[in-house]
């Protein structure tokens, strides 16, 4: 039975489940803030029956929201169908999800889809094809100063972050980072010895912060003329969280440019763990072959059915223009905030940049969960917001009227 609604983490079933966690599961995530027992559209709820207006959709993931009916559906469906049959098999979802990401992204002929379960894996996958094409004379890997591709031993080797990398190092060698935005670096490290560049087309991590114009359409014309390729990581940009299916496809973001590799995952599963590793024309021929990589669960029939059922809301419903006309219209009402120096990022992947001399976002979001706002700190300086795709911008109007309390809590 449901708990009186109380302030989040003051009843007494709070300490119950904190020592629970603590008590059984690794601390490698430190301590959970809420213990979220249902979702419904763009809000779920704790365990004390407190309601919370989710703007992170579980890091730009839950894409639909929560529980939307045709995601729902598509997972009880296939789980009471056919679950899981390893690949040493493909499935009906499988081919169609495959389908849908060949039609939405206007694959050329000889393109290929390879699915697996996390951005990470997506990463890891797109690093090790780099390898394959590059051969034994291209040993090296570019990413960019404040890049985040994920966590295991490859992906982190192309994340920036040094806190990340350097307790677990010597890490994957040859790879090497090379300033933000700084088109002559670049320039400079890219040549012969070049297996790929990885770019994510708005860094999200950092705060999200997309490139100086002019840096994606460089990275193409010299990975090209290099003969290296051009990896996107699309893992939190990507299936319409900015308004387009990725962000490369939006003519000011992706300036044109066609990769040789994309990697999505995140809102692709909407909720379900899925990733993807999409390889464009001709390149595809230069990298793995058959016995060269490999998931047990990759292509998983549920998790297929789960994205496949993303995208086709996200068609239906008109989702990619909501994301962009919604996006557009909180950016400006956002920057009229007072404590709001600047909005970056696009659509429904913002950023909201504090102004003052010390600006603290992580005491922002610590104010606006306990006001019943779920936003995450992801710098000191700047609060991240990925909601639903689905949220109105009536459901986001309490936020915006509560903001310029949470940010200056002594008026």
């Known amino acids: 039975m449901t708990e009186p609604t109380t302030a989040a983490g003051t009843s007494d079933s709070a300490v119950t489940w904190r020592e629970d966690f603590s008590r059984v599961l690794s601390p490698v995530f430190g301590a959970p803030q ?10 779920v709820w704790d365990a004390a029956g407190k309601q919370y207006l989710d703007l992170l959709a579980g890091i730009a993931v839950n894409a639909l929201g929560h529980c939307h009916p045709a995601w729902v559906a598509a997972v009880s469906e296939q789980a009471a169908t056919l679950g899981h049959i390893s690949n040493f098999f ?3 979802p499988q081919i169609a999800l495959a389908e849908k990401i060949h039609e939405i992204l206007d694959l050329p002929e000889g393109s290929a889809v390879f699915l697996s379960n996390s951005g990470a894996e997506a990463n890891e996958a797109a690093l090790k094809m780099a390898r394959r ?44 980072h090379v300033p933000y935005g700084d088109v002559d670096a670049l320039a400079a490290a890219v040549n012969d010895t070049t297996a790929a560049v990885f770019i994510e087309p708005i860094q999200g991590e950092v705060g999200v912060r997309r490139h100086p114009a002019g840096y994606l359409r460089a990275a193409r014309d010299l990975t090209t003329a290099a003969g290296s390729l051009l990896v996107l990581d699309e893992v939190q940009t990507g299936v319409g969280r900015t308004g387009s299916w990725f962000a490369h496809q939006d003519p000011v973001i992706g300036e044109g ?3 040789d590799i994309i990697t999505s995952a995140k809102g692709l599963g909407g909720g379900m763990p899925i990733g993807a590793t999409i390889t464009v024309g001709e390149a595809n021929t230069a990298l793995l072959s058959p016995g060269q990589h490999g998931t047990t669960f990759g292509g998983n029939p ?11 809301t996200i068609d239906t419903e008109g989702l990619l223009d909501h994301a962009r006309r919604l996006g557009d219209q909180l950016v400006t009402e956002l920057e009229q905030i007072p404590g ?9 992947l ?27 700190p992801v710098t000191p300086e700047r609060l ?13 109007a309490p936020f915006l009227t509560a903001l310029p309390g949470l940010l200056r809590p002594e008026d």
Request: with cysteine.
């Open 340 to 348: 709001v120096s600047a909005v970056s990022g696009a659509g429904l």
């Open 34 to 43: 809420l213990d979220l027992v249902r979702g419904q559209g763009s809000y």
């Open 350 to 376: 913002l950023g909201v940049e504090l102004s003052g001399e010390h600006p603290d976002a992580k005491a922002v979001a610590a104010r606006a969960l306990e006001a019943g706002f779920i936003v995450n």
């Open 257 to 259: 440019v066609v990769p």
């Open 302 to 312: 549920i998790a297929c059915a789960a994205a496949l059922a993303v995208l086709t």
């Open 133 to 176: 094409a590059g051969g034994g004379g291209r040993p090296i890997i570019i990413a960019v100063d404040g890049a985040f591709h994920g966590r295991t031993m490859g992906a982190l080797a192309l994340t920036a972050k040094a806190a990340y990398r350097e307790p677990f190092a010597p890490g994957v060698p040859g790879v090497v």
């Open 384 to 396: 991240r917001l990925a909601p639903p795709l689905t949220i109105t911008h009536e459901e986001i």
């Open 90 to 92: 493909t499935s009906p």
